[in-house]
């Protein structure tokens, strides 16, 4: 079966050899109509037959520049070799046991990588689970028997999964929430300083909304009645939204001041994607508790919780698990995926992928007026569409760009609680020139709209 061999040694090279989708992908798509929920949809009706470095491979050719990751995933790339190796060899050895049943090391090792490689030198625990939404949900659950309190705060804008829970948790409506609830009760939602949209202006925003967010905690909800409050670092499914300078050490000590249990949900601004480790390391920030999941473990599902040591154990025994959580192969997969990171240095190139976005996306803004802000660290780059002349968001425009990258085989992905946001989420395993090309591909795109 070489011929679907993927991973780092796939070509890496754009190459659109039919319509995109081709038929190949077409007849595959009339099949998924016919059997898989419509609410299951797909940003490109593309089948992908293989996948390795910064490109998809399609079941007619084609192949796709991969601005996307599969969603922040394959920080390493698709199939990275030490993921291949150490994921195969777990196979081989055992599947499954249930680690609540009859543990093993690999769980272990992965909690151990997880208390290093996290923000502070404190006594550190994890658990592990299976996606980042059920990964949200415990720390919920961590922090309540901790606290002995029930409210959780999070803020505008904010993405926490899709569980009844983490419904209520996120903000966005559409396509999100709408029709699913009621939603789970405690919650609630505070200003989060949003530079761009914030309408006194950028300058004031991490203070203002700062006071905002306190103010409401303390007489709308009560800060001894709070839990936990729940914030991503770099927003993503929001609009990858850096919050104010200052905004969330502002948060963090507030939190502090008042026993609330402060989560950092670095489920996709984790694991080397912003040009850190962990994204609240920007500000200094050390979370009491911090969610993971998606980069973590090169594409197989797997999430984790970790914190305090005297917080994660709070937790009577029994209280945290599930069948598959911490599943070995996936824990083998997280071992060679933190593996490559050290290697190559990820950290490292995501932040030169955010240097060569950053200027060329910079010079792009100049030159459309569509284009209302650059923003994003790292390898999590993103920019804001506007009509000319306002802030008024433009989704139609983002939709149209993305379309005419998708036909010229770049695969970009949209965002943004106005739907007006076009995110660039590279493997940081990408080569230069692949990434310079796709960026070539957007400037003619922007220019054709
Ligand atoms: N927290 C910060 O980004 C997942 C969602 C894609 P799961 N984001 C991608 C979609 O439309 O479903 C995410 C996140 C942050 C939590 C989650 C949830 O992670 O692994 O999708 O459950």
Redesign the pocket.
Known sequence: MTELTGGPGLPQERRVVTAVPGPESQKLWARKQATVADGVGAVLPVFVRRAGGGVLEDVDGNSLIDLGSG??VTSVGNSAEAVVRRAGAQLEAFTHTCAMVAPYEPYVEVCEQLAALTPGDHAKKSALFN??????ENAVKIARVYTGRQAVVVFDH??????NL?MALTAKNM??KHGFGPFAPEVYRVPLAYPYRWLTGPENCAQEAAAQAIDQITKQIGAENVAAMII?PV???GGFIEPAKGFLPAMAEFARENGIVFVA?????GFCRTGQWFACEDEGIVPDLI?T??GIAGGL?L?AVTGRAEIMDAAHSGGLGGTYGGNPVACAAALGAIETMKELDLPARARRIGEVMKSRLTAMAEKHEVIGEVRGRGAMIAIELVKPGSKDPDPQATAALAKACHQEGVLVLTTGTYGNVMRFLPPLVIGEDLLNEALDVLENALAAL
């Open positions: 969603i922040a996606s980042g939404a059920e990964a949200v904010g993405y926490h999964g899709r569980t983490t396509p999100y991503e927003l993503g499914e949900d670095e489920i996709q601004s969610t999941a998606k599902p999430a």
